[in-house]
């Protein structure tokens, strides 16, 4: 079946540091989604991204849509000590009864001490 | 607007027992989504509907998984007899139409089975 792979699984980060993470699969997706979860809720949508090549920021975050269709990167710039959480990739299919979320592992973000 | 709400939040029950979930999803959404994520991996999609009907269920254990969506709002996803690997959290989600990308997600159910 379809998979996304997330890498890194996990990482630290120091207030004021730029984070970059990626999610590569061997599946073409038609769109790319971002989630950030935080311990005890769902799953929060960051970023959608629609096109292949496209690049689209919200706020200190910054994802593209890679060329192939089957890759996806998510930078945050500036780090502060809320960005920690679980981070989720996510590829979209349409099926021909609907559409079909296929979510990565995850990046754990977590704060160096 | 109001968000995806689930209850309960938290549910411990013994091998065998039963139990279920309940969703209520943003309000004018006509797909809703169940959720299985394990500790450690990404949501798993268990069942899709669109209003009232199922449009997925192929990754839906049936053998003791259930779930309805009777007036195609809310939704309740049930468990009979509970397994101790079906302890996970469920989440509820709920996009606008039945292409939509976007996926809006509640809080979840931790589901502990002992």
């Known amino acids: 079946g379809q998979q996304l792979n997330q890498s890194p699984q996990s990482m630290f980060i120091q207030e004021g540091e730029d984070v970059s993470m990626n999610c590569t699969s061997s599946?073409?997706?038609?769109?790319w989604l971002w989630y950030k979860q935080d311990p005890g809720e769902g799953p929060v949508l960051l970023i959608a991204l629609y096109k292949a090549g496209e690049l689209t920021s919200n706020g200190r975050l910054t994802a593209q849509f890679g060329i192939t269709r089957k890759d996806s990167f998510l930078n945050i710039s500036a780090s502060i000590p809320s960005d920690v959480g679980i981070y989720f990739c996510?590829?979209?299919?349409?099926?021909?009864?609907?559409?079909?979320?296929?979510f990565g592992a995850g990046t754990i973000l977590r704060v160096k001490s | 607007e109001a968000g995806v709400a689930q209850s309960p939040r938290y549910k411990i029950i013994e091998k065998r027992q039963s139990v279920a979930f309940w969703c209520n999803p943003i309000?004018?959404?006509?797909?809703l989504y169940w959720y299985q994520q394990i500790l450690g991996q990404g949501p798993k999609l268990l069942i899709q509907f669109q209003n009232n009907g199922v449009v997925d269920d192929s990754q839906l254990p049936k053998d003791r998984f259930s779930a309805e969506r009777l007036k195609g709002v809310d939704s309740t996803l049930k468990i009979q007899p509970a397994k101790l690997e079906d302890s996970a959290v469920y989440l509820c989600?709920?996009?606008?139409?039945?292409?939509?990308?976007?996926?809006?997600f509640g809080p979840g159910t931790r589901l502990t089975v002992t």
């Open positions: 989600a709920s996009s606008f139409f039945r292409g939509g990308y976007e996926q809006y």
């Open positions: 996510a590829g979209h299919t349409q099926m021909e009864y609907g559409n079909k979320l296929v």
């Open positions: 309000s004018g959404h006509a797909t």
């Open positions: 599946s073409i997706f038609n769109t």
